[in-house]
Structure formats: structure tokens, C-alpha cells
């Protein structure tokens, strides 16, 4: 069973429809004893930061989430929110990993970086069996997360920036693989049957 | 390198995809939800669905068509269509969608852009912006093109991008419809002046003039409509084109 954390701005119905191709059970919800009981843990995130903590915060799961010890993946803003701090409403976030996210800058890029991008792997990961680096997965994001020493998948937009992180139980995506066609379907099939 | 996406644009009658040319004249192209799974399957980065139900049962059938096209495509998609509240947009959100685009409301009442990106974020917000040539200027026209406002068509689309929408919509009035290729010359001026990315609509009639915007102006995606309901155009010959051609794409 597949908690499937709804803080109320993050568009869960996307990603369950991703599980229901896999025919993995899964449960739409925000209470911290049906997160426990499950198997694992997946965190989508769609919105802005700040509002995001305080709803984690409302639910009281903030703790939860940061002991937790069942397999976990952040998307996109849910990934952005497993770092120290984001500088989208200067809000303090889960602490897994120590990393501070920023707003992309630079003449030359557009922002929201939106569409497909290259994604280089750079480290190994079950989260990536079955597929070749380079792969184009989809994005939409105004902050990244720096590189740091537990990416492990990199992209280029005016800098190189986090795309995919893991340490331990815990592992995170800044692109959508729910909305990345076959490839996108791949993580979430590997995040489900290896992580 | 961020690819060029290609946006295949459905709009919507009760269900079904119907196309006009200059807005008007529509002809059916089937069901919505057929045609949308047969785009993911051909390669589309991205689709598009513009409402335009005119009845009261108007939202429901929006929010159920939306869950059915949520079940069958892995691919990002925005709706829009007479969306005018904060609560629609998270009905629509909630439902499967990505983003929505707003067009008659904005013009209304700019304020809801910024209400919108604060709530939802800029990446799910679209300004669909319909200019039409008037005189020597550009203008902007609301209500699916029926009516003329006072607002300018350059100076309206900075507006857009300076109140938060994530994106514009681009939309030719005078090329739509035409198969006469995008407005280059307005597209290249607007991604000079907003840094969020653009839409290039309105006027594809060949490959060539896919790959003639992307070469001539920074546009980010083109979209088209009835060039591939009518299987006059594959998406897949499309991107292979522009790929010979240089043009960085998704395939």
C-alpha cells in the first residue's frame, strides 16, 4: 500500500493514475496513522512552498516525515521540500537533505523552466533501472536545488541543478514523472517494485 | 537543452472537437478523449483543451472530461475556456490537469493572474492572449475573438508576465485558420520583452512553418489544431523534420 500524502495543493490525481496503470494500491490522504500504516510513501508536490510546510504542519506530519524509515519519494515541489530550507517564502523545510533551494536567474533562461530536458545520470540508482541516461523528462519549476553529494541525476538550465537525490529511504525528482510519458512511468514502476 | 515542444490544441464542444476557421464555421474532428490518447501515442509533448460548451452544465462536463483525458495520457495538458474563479481552477487542478489558461477573465479583471499564480503557482497559470491587427497596432480580443477590447496587444501580453502568469498563449487572429504560417514578426518582439516562456498559435498550415518560427523567434512551443485532427500533418514526420532540421526535440 502507496500513501499518497494530499497537503491540498499538490495534484494527486495524476500520480494515482500512474499507480492504477501498475495495479498498486494506494490511498489518497493527509492522516499521519494511514501514512504509518503504509508501505511506502510518495509526496507530490504542486504549489508554492511555504503554503505547502504550513498545511505539513496543520496535519502535524512534519516530524513524521522526517524520522520515517519506509522508502519515500518527493516530486517536484515535494522534492524541493525534503531540503534544509527554501528561498520560495524563506521557509524552513524537512531537513533530509542539506541543500537550500534557489529561484533560477540569468538573462538567458526563461522561468518557469518548462518542458523536456535531458536528465544525465550521474550516480546509480534503482530508481533508473531500465533507463539510459539522457532521457527527456518533463519539468515545471521556477527554484532548483543545487547540486550536492547525494544527486544523482543531473540537468542543465543556465546552471547545472539537483534533478533526482537519494540518501537512504529517502529520494526525490524535480521533473514530473507522472507527466513524462514512458520513461516517467518507469521511475514510479521502479520506485514501487525495487526502492 | 530544453526541447521545442509541439502542442496539438483541442477544442472542445460537449465532448467532442470541433475547429473553425477564424473562429467561426465549426466542423466535428471526434471524440475529445480518442483524439488525446492518439496524440500522447504519437509523440505530442503537450495538449491543450479549450472549452467551449456554452451551457450551464458547462463545469461539469469540463471537470469530467478532464478525468477521463487524465486516465489515458502521461503527458502534460492545460484546459481552458471560460474560467473565471480561484475554486474552478482547483477543481481543475484537482481533477488532473496541469495548468489552465485564462483569457476573458484576465482581461476583466487582470488581478486574478496574480490571485492565481500566489495560490497555484506561476507554472500552472496560462495567459491566452487573442491579437488581431486593428489599424497599425495589434488588439486584444476576448470572448473566443467575438469582441474588440481597448487594451494593445504587446503592451498586454508584459502585463500578463508581469502580474505571474507561468506562460503565453499566443493566439493570431489573423493568421488562425489561414495555414499561412505563425506571426513571426509579433512572436519575435514578445520573447524579447517576457522572460516566461511562449506558445506560438494560429496560422500552421506546414512543417515548414514550425520550423521557420522556432529558427525566427525564441517561441518555446507551436500549436496547431485542426493540421493534425485532419491527419494532414503527423506529429511524428513533424518531429523528425525539425530534428534534420536542427531544431531541438523530443522524440
Known amino acids: ?195 | 537543452m530544453l526541447a521545442k515542444r509541439i502542442i496539438p490544441c483541442l477544442d472542445v464542444k460537449d465532448g467532442r472537437v470541433v475547429k473553425g476557421t477564424n473562429f467561426v464555421n465549426l466542423r466535428d474532428a471526434g471524440a475529445a478523449v480518442e483524439l488525446a490518447k492518439r496524440y500522447y501515442e504519437e509523440g505530442a509533448d503537450e495538449l491543450v483543451f479549450l472549452d467551449i460548451t456554452a451551457s450551464e452544465e458547462k463545469r461539469k462536463t469540463l471537470l469530467k472530461l478532464i478525468e477521463d483525458v487524465a486516465a489515458v495520457i502521461r503527458i502534460p495538458f492545460t484546459v481552458g475556456g471560460g474560467i473565471s474563479e480561484l475554486d474552478d481552477i482547483d477543481k481543475l487542478l484537482k481533477s488532473g490537469c496541469d495548468k489552465v489558461s485564462l483569457n476573458t477573465s484576465i482581461v476583466k479583471r487582470p488581478e486574478l493572474i496574480s490571485e492565481a499564480a500566489n495560490r497555484f503557482g506561476s507554472q500552472a497559470i496560462v495567459a491566452a492572449i487573442d491579437i488581431k491587427q486593428v489599424g497599425s497596432t495589434h488588439k486584444i480580443f476576448i470572448k473566443g475573438g467575438k469582441e474588440e477590447t481597448d487594451k494593445f496587444g504587446m503592451l498586454w501580453c508584459i502585463e500578463c508576465f508581469e502580474r505571474g502568469a507561468g506562460e503565453i498563449l499566443l493566439t493570431s487572429m489573423d493568421k488562425d485558420g489561414t495555414k499561412d504560417g505563425y506571426d513571426n514578426d509579433f512572436l519575435k518582439e514578445l520573447c524579447e520583452k517576457v522572460s516566461i516562456p511562449v506558445i506560438a498559435s494560429g496560422g500552421a498550415g506546414t512543417k515548414e512553418h514550425f520550423l521557420q518560427t522556432f529558427r525566427d523567434t525564441n517561441a518555446d512551443a507551436c500549436l496547431a489544431a485542426s493540421l493534425f485532427h485532419y491527419n494532414e500533418l503527423g506529429i511524428g514526420e513533424l518531429k523528425s523534420y525539425l530534428a534534420e532540421n536542427n531544431i531541438e526535440v523530443r522524440i
Not at chain 1, 1 to 18: E, F, K, P, Q
Not at chain 1, 57 to 76: A, D, E, S, T, W
Not at chain 1, 149 to 158: K, R
Open chain 1, 1 to 195: 500500500m502507496i500513501a499518497l500524502i494530499d497537503y491540498g495543493a499538490g495534484n494527486t490525481a495524476s500520480v494515482a493514475n500512474v499507480l492504477k496503470d501498475l495495479n498498486t494500491e494506494y490511498i489518497i490522504t493527509n492522516r499521519e496513522s494511514e501514512i504509518c500504516k503504509s508501505d511506502k510513501i510518495i509526496f507530490p508536490g504542486v504549489g508554492e512552498a511555504s503554503f505547502a510546510i504550513r498545511k505539513l504542519n496543520l496535519f502535524n506530519l512534519i516530524n513524521l516525515l522526517r524520522i520515517v524509515k519506509k522508502p519515500f519519494l518527493g516530486i517536484c515541489l515535494g522534492m524541493q521540500l525534503m531540503c534544509d530550507e527554501s528561498d520560495e517564502g524563506n521557509v524552513k523545510c524537512l531537513g533530509i537533505f542539506p541543500s537550500r533551494c534557489k529561484m533560477f536567474e540569468g538573462n538567458d533562461i526563461k522561468v518557469p523552466h518548462m518542458g523536456w530536458n535531458k536528465v544525465e545520470f550521474v550516480k546509480g540508482s534503482k530508481l533508473f533501472d531500465g533507463l539510459a541516461s539522457d532521457e527527456r523528462f518533463y519539468f515545471a519549476h521556477s527554484y532548483y536545488v543545487p547540486t550536492n553529494e547525494y544527486t544523482i541525476a543531473s540537468c542543465n538550465y543556465g546552471i547545472d541543478f539537483a534533478t533526482a537525490m537519494e540518501k537512504g529511504n529517502y529520494y526525490g525528482v524535480q521533473f514530473h514523472p507522472e507527466k513524462s510519458g514512458p520513461a516517467g512511468i518507469q521511475i514510479v514502476r521502479n520506485f514501487v517494485e525495487k526502492c
